[in-house]
């Protein structure tokens, strides 16, 4: 063997190690070390979110529309039910709705929850704390839980579906 031929068997192995490098660099998930549960997570990070036109959401969107599901998730409950008393019909005709409301909600949350819901600016907001009543059943005398009403007064062209059909 000569000199030269020492070198060139050298870049001969040379090759095959880094073809095997390749190979093994190379290989499919399945037979990589890792478990799929992280493979998925990795594939999973690396897409983005896409609207219905196709296009890619940016950050901004994503907060926007995460903040708006927020909204109506606290909306709801905030907002508990509708009250649908004779009063509270006949409340509609002067642009006026009455709620049941959490006990702990202020005007604040309040007028916040009727923007996010319903999409309109209440003109004022009256709270009432109506006080349980005292009932008995038999001997066994109880309280029923006290509980908040809020009248809300919308501007003159709002109004709002909740009282159809009735």
């Known amino acids: 063997m000569g000199f030269f031929d020492r070198f060139t068997k050298k870049k001969t192995e040379d090759k095959e190690v880094a073809d095997k490098k390749v190979k093994e660099s190379i ?3 399945a037979e990589t070390k890792e478990p799929a549960s992280k493979l998925k997570a990795k594939e999973y990070t690396t897409l983005k979110p896409k609207t219905e036109a196709g296009k890619i959401e940016t950050g901004k969107d994503l907060k926007a529309k995460k903040a708006k599901k927020d909204d109506t998730r606290l909306a709801y ?8 008393t004779e009063k509270a019909t006949n409340l509609v005709s002067l642009n006026k709705y009455a709620f049941k409301v959490a006990n702990n909600a202020n005007k604040v949350e309040i ?26 059943y038999g001997r066994v005398r109880g309280k029923k839980s006290n509980w908040k009403k809020a009248i809300i007064t ?6 709002l579906e909740i009282y159809e059909g009735v």
């Not at 919308?154 to 109004?159: F, H």
């Open 154 to 159: 919308l501007k003159a062209g709002d109004k």
């Open 111 to 136: 007028k916040k929850a009727i923007k996010a819901l319903y999409g309109f600016e209440p003109v004022s907001i009256n709270i009432i704390t109506e006080r349980g009543k005292r009932i008995t």
């Open 77 to 84: 409950k905030i907002l508990i039910k509708p009250l649908i």
């Open 27 to 29: 290989k499919k998930p």
